[in-house]
């Protein structure tokens, strides 16, 4: 009993150090990441009938919505890949990140009533927001698989090659960003609640400057977007995607570096804004 | 080493009102314009604040602690007790880290475990079984602790039946048992309680106050217990704390601490006549004294065991005067009643002009030792009341002071039993 109180003596103070991420906190509290994510994903499709089957629903209704929009009406190029696989594959990726960002960039906001009555290492919560979008895009590239094996079974030629190992790289990028910019918004909006609307609206844009529904070979004529395309750290996530499953598109070390890098500044200074504001959120909130 | 469970040092909580984020930019923008630019008062500075706190400065900071050095020994349950406003909340939420103190800095040994509103970590579509396990762990348990303490949950909350059912359709009452239960079995080291037992039923009440006394006395764990019922304290409770506007006022045994409350809470020195809340418009009153005295404080020591009640005035027609004495206690309970009218039948009747009611009303020597509080009203039994003057007087009643030289039978019940030989 005196050992384990030892070892739990805490100290309150008033300000709390620069950096300061501790691990063993956040692994202390393990069980509860773990309930977060179970509790998301089993209220997902409580009281639905379909349950857990609109995991699957979801990417494939869009899916048909962009081939019919995007492909049918705009005729927007995909590079020769079959439709369905194009935009299954962009969808996946990209439903992760801005679903993920919505969610974690009302953070405080949402677990309001819960950060005000108990302590627990606030970053349980976006971080378990983030694996859950994981676990929800695991389910759906599933989906993608599928779709794939049918279009090979069909004789369909997909280039599929070594660069395909590179997406555990690609998730991790994509986790980093999501989260990073996440905790950042949140802690931003817990003064401002204006940034709130702004996000939905900026993450709509966001995707037209990414090749989700295009190819980033369409882009390459126009000098006008080109640097923005680039300079958008999704971009090579897209394309090294793409590149490495469908055989199509475009593939750099010096860009997937870049958005590799992008994303742990960006990460970092994520925790670092956020550790400042959750100790005194409940005051401004 | 001390044997501490919790040490503040030189707590102090500010709180700068108005002028940190009203919300969004606009708001932000539109203050700015209406203090510097129109010269007007801040249009979104929270009301209600500046009347109560007394030591608010100009530039609008509050303290809303000041200065707190205390030390909650092992195994002890610290009653935190003051008005709305003292900083009750605030102590323990810094306590349970919700928020940061401005000065200062808290030891605590051992896990927190905070009841500041039960409940609140529940998900309305999981069920009672899923939400233990997540309120649990919220409140830092591992799974297999959870696991091995959950029939006892399930069984002191009273929900077995209805374990895998959403909380959502559970009754308010139900839901605050399970949070109760889930935070009072999962044994931390600390145990921090804020006015929880206001909601469930008495049977429930009694329970958990029975199952906090447990968990202090077998566990040896520490408990701080917020409350507005005197009597949840006193039961539970070995010692007390008195806060007021933020600062400390009393630290010492639970009886005194409750005493002390009492005391601060009600109006300092005044005359009892100011306290007349009702009053017929034929009659007119000059003074009320009780021994002599017109304060609304009397002091009664072990030889007194008397009160001269006097009331002078006049009355406009002839009436039926009699003088009506209701003792209560701390909790507002009646003690006793003195009405010479309804009981004798002897009334009074005085004639137009000046009267003066004067009697001598004796306390029982056996009446325990308290803080009692007077009505006194002057009333023609069962047909009007003439005057109405409601807790108007504050009794601290010393009692029969026994050879032992103990005091600390203060309230244990409102009489002293002789022995029949």
Request: with cysteine.
């Amino acid at each position: 009993m005196t050992d384990r109180k030892k070892e739990t003596e805490l100290l309150i103070e008033p300000h709390g150090k620069l950096i300061y991420l501790n691990f063993g906190e956040i692994w202390r509290y393990k069980d509860l990441l773990e309930m977060y994510i179970k509790r998301d994903i089993v209220t997902f499709y409580k009281q639905t009938i379909l349950g857990p089957i609109w995991f699957f629903i979801q990417p494939i209704f869009t899916t048909i919505v962009f081939m019919f929009v995007f492909g049918g009406l705009a005729k927007i190029p995909t590079d020769g890949i079959p439709q369905p696989l194009f935009y299954l594959a962009g969808i996946t990726l990209w439903n992760y990140f801005s679903e993920s960002l919505t969610k974690t960039s009302d953070t405080f906001l949402t677990n309001q009533a819960i950060f005000g009555k108990v302590y627990f290492p606030r970053l349980i919560a976006p971080l378990s927001v983030t694996i859950t979008g994981l676990i929800k895009m695991m389910i759906q590239f599933l989906v993608f698989v599928i779709v794939y094996i049918y279009f090979v079974a069909k004789g369909t030629h997909v280039g599929l090659n070594i660069y395909a190992l590179l997406f555990p790289v690609l998730i991790f990028i994509l986790a980093s960003l999501t989260l990073g910019f996440g905790i950042i918004i949140s802690s931003l909006t817990t003064k401002y609640r204006d940034l709130k609307f702004l996000i939905t609206f900026a993450i709509q844009l966001w995707m037209y400057a990414t090749p989700v529904i295009y190819p980033l070979s369409v882009m390459s004529g126009s000098k006008k977007y080109m640097w923005l395309i680039q300079a958008n750290p999704l971009t090579s996530v897209m394309e090294t995607f793409k590149y490495g499953f469908l055989g199509q598109g475009t593939f750099s070390w010096l860009a997937l570096g870049y958005s590799f890098l992008f994303s742990v500044i960006i990460l970092l200074v994520g925790i670092i804004i956020f550790n400042r504001v959750e100790r005194s959120f409940m005051d401004v909130i | 080493m001390s044997d501490f469970a919790i040490k503040f040092e030189n707590i102090s909580k500010q709180y700068q009102l108005g002028s940190i984020g009203t919300g969004t930019l606009s708001h932000d923008l539109k203050r700015w314009w209406t203090i510097h630019v129109r010269g007007q008062e801040d249009p979104y500075l929270k009301i209600g604040q500046v009347n109560e706190q007394s030591d608010k400065s100009s530039d609008g900071i509050v303290w809303a602690l000041r200065d707190i050095n205390l030390e909650v020994k092992d195994g002890e349950v610290l009653g935190i007790i003051g008005k709305n406003g003292a900083g009750k909340s605030t102590l323990l939420k810094i306590l349970s880290r919700v928020t940061t103190p401005t000065t200062g800095r808290i030891t605590a040994r051992g896990r927190i475990a905070s009841l500041l509103e039960v409940g609140t970590g529940f998900h309305p579509e999981m069920t009672g079984r899923e939400n233990i396990f997540m309120n649990g762990s919220i409140m830092g348990m591992t799974k297999a602790e959870i696991r091995s303490k959950f029939d006892e949950i399930v069984d002191f909350a009273g929900v077995a039946k209805y374990i895998d059912t959403p909380v959502k359709r559970y009754s308010s009452g139900m839901t605050v048992r399970l949070g109760f239960a889930i935070a009072a079995h999962l044994e931390p080291e600390i145990l921090v309680v804020d006015e929880v037992l206001a909601v469930g039923d008495a049977e429930f009440q009694k329970k958990a106050i029975g199952k906090m006394q447990d968990v202090s006395q077998s566990g040896g764990r520490t408990v701080l217990f917020v409350s507005h019922n005197m009597n949840a304290v006193r039961t539970l409770c070995s010692k007390g704390i008195v806060l007021k506007s933020g600062q400390v006022i009393f630290e010492g045994n639970t009886d005194d601490a409750i005493n002390q409350y009492i005391n601060v809470n009600t109006l300092q020195t005044a005359e009892i006549i100011n306290s007349i809340s009702y009053l017929n418009h034929e009659i007119k009153i000059d003074s009320v004294t009780i021994n002599g005295a017109s304060s609304n404080y009397l002091h009664l020591d072990g030889d007194s065991t008397s009160l001269q009640v006097v009331i002078e005035g006049s009355v406009a027609t002839e009436k039926v005067l009699t003088l009506e004495v209701e003792i209560f206690d701390v909790n507002n309970n009646r003690v006793a009643f003195y009405g010479p009218g309804m009981v004798n039948g002897i009334l009074k009747r005085y004639s137009p002009g000046r009267f003066v009611v004067n009697e001598k009303i004796l306390i029982p020597r056996n009446l325990a030792g308290g803080i009692y509080s007077l009505d006194i009203n002057l009333t023609h039994p069962y047909v009007a009341y003439y005057m109405k003057a409601s807790r108007c007087v504050q009794m601290e009643y010393i009692g029969y002071q026994f050879a032992s030289g103990h005091n600390d039978y203060k309230l244990r019940g409102y009489y002293i039993l002789d022995s029949a030989e």
